[in-house]
């Protein structure tokens, strides 16, 4: 009986449940930012950096008239391994990796057997990189039509991979695709831990962008509309380290010309970038609103954009306006009190932002 009351006494044998733990604080949801003096620095890098577009990088190999192309083995084509020398913000860097992406429904695996084209539903292949590491490719026919179709897809893992250009990228890309029509594709570009690493700076993405590319003449046209998940971008560099974060429905408008040419200038290749949504990074705890009101303007012989401009609003009508001077220096004006007024204004180098 003394043993039964002590159990008793101790909760034993009792089938009253334990308290459940308390949950861990909900961080509160992120509202609008207040632009001021105070933050403006941070808000034009991270505005900044997502709209500056890389240099021209040429048009995607075509994909053949009927959507095949022919091999007697897989054989990824010329300059498979996208280059990223002077890239510096995360809309280039973006660029670069879904014209990655799209030209490789192009490189499928296909047997050649007296003049007639087998298709292999599944391909995977791992290959050495340019320096060192490799990279696993995986094309899926998913109707094993032998040609680039609706629902096909294709994967790539790196491990280390370097092209011997002072880049390494590690992780996972994979394009899932919804149409085609020659050079023309469009589908659902997915970054799983994907870092890119170069001699001026470092990326690490993942979420997913549904994704447009198209291409007339010398013409290339890349938009991408962020997913549901938004995208997440990790950047470290000279001038700028943060987080940033495009929110769902985040658009990107990014045109190469392999033709044009710089006044004055006989290299050709010209980017025009614009971009319009929400973003928000760690270094600004808050929410922002991006537009282009002019596309920005990157010759190929540019470091940076010689022409275009981009307005970031925040809460109660707060604006910072950026507009590039030349390929060097960028004007930074704010409007603290959003009166519609610009009461600061300041000329600096690109090279401060970014």
């Not at 570009?189 to 001026?200: I, K």
């Not at 973003?279 to 275009?308: E, H, K, M």
Request: hydrophobic share 45%; charged share 10%.
């Amino acid at each position: 009986m003394s043993c039964a009351a002590l159990l008793a006494a101790c909760g034993g044998g009792s089938d009253t449940p334990a308290p459940a733990p308390t949950p861990a604080p909900t961080p509160p949801p992120l509202v609008a930012l207040l632009i001021t003096a105070a933050n403006q620095d941070a808000v034009a890098r991270a505005s900044a950096n997502v709209v500056v577009s890389a240099a021209a990088t040429g048009a995607v190999a075509p994909l053949a008239a009927d959507g095949r192309v022919v091999s007697s083995a897989f054989k990824r084509p010329a300059g498979a391994l996208p280059a990223f020398a002077g890239v510096t913000s995360v809309g280039g860097v973006l660029q670069r990796f879904a014209q990655f992406a799209v030209r490789a429904p192009a490189a499928r695996s296909m047997t050649v057997v007296t003049g007639q084209v087998r298709a292999l539903a599944i391909v995977r292949v791992t290959e050495a990189c340019g320096s060192s590491g490799n990279v696993t490719i995986e094309l899926n026919d998913a109707d094993n039509s032998g040609s680039v179709s609706a629902g096909d897809s294709v994967s790539f893992s790196f491990n280390a991979c370097s092209s011997g250009l002072g880049e390494a990228i590690d992780g996972g890309l994979s394009l899932r695709v919804a149409t085609v029509s020659g050079p023309n594709i469009s589908g659902t570009l997915t970054y799983n831990d994907l870092r890119l690493v170069t001699s001026d700076v470092s990326f690490g993405i993942n979420g997913s962008v549904n994704l447009t590319y198209s291409e007339a003449g010398t013409l290339a046209t890349y938009r991408s509309v962020v997913g549901a998940g938004g995208l997440v971008t990790l950047v470290t560099a000279q001038m700028f380290s943060d987080s940033l974060t495009l929110r769902p429905g985040f658009e990107q408008l990014i045109t190469s010309d392999a033709a044009a040419v710089a006044p004055g200038s006989a290299t050709p290749g010209l980017n025009t970038a614009s971009i319009n949504g929400e973003l928000t990074a760690n270094s600004l705890g808050g929410i922002v609103g991006v537009v282009t009101a002019a596309p920005f303007q990157r010759y190929a012989v540019d470091a940076y954009p010689r022409a275009g401009q981009l307005i970031v609003t925040g809460a109660s009508g707060s604006r910072l306006r950026l507009t590039a001077l030349s390929a060097a220096t960028v004007r930074i004006e704010l409007d603290a009190d959003g009166n519609g007024s610009y009461e600061q204004s300041r000329d600096v180098a690109w090279s401060a932002l970014i």
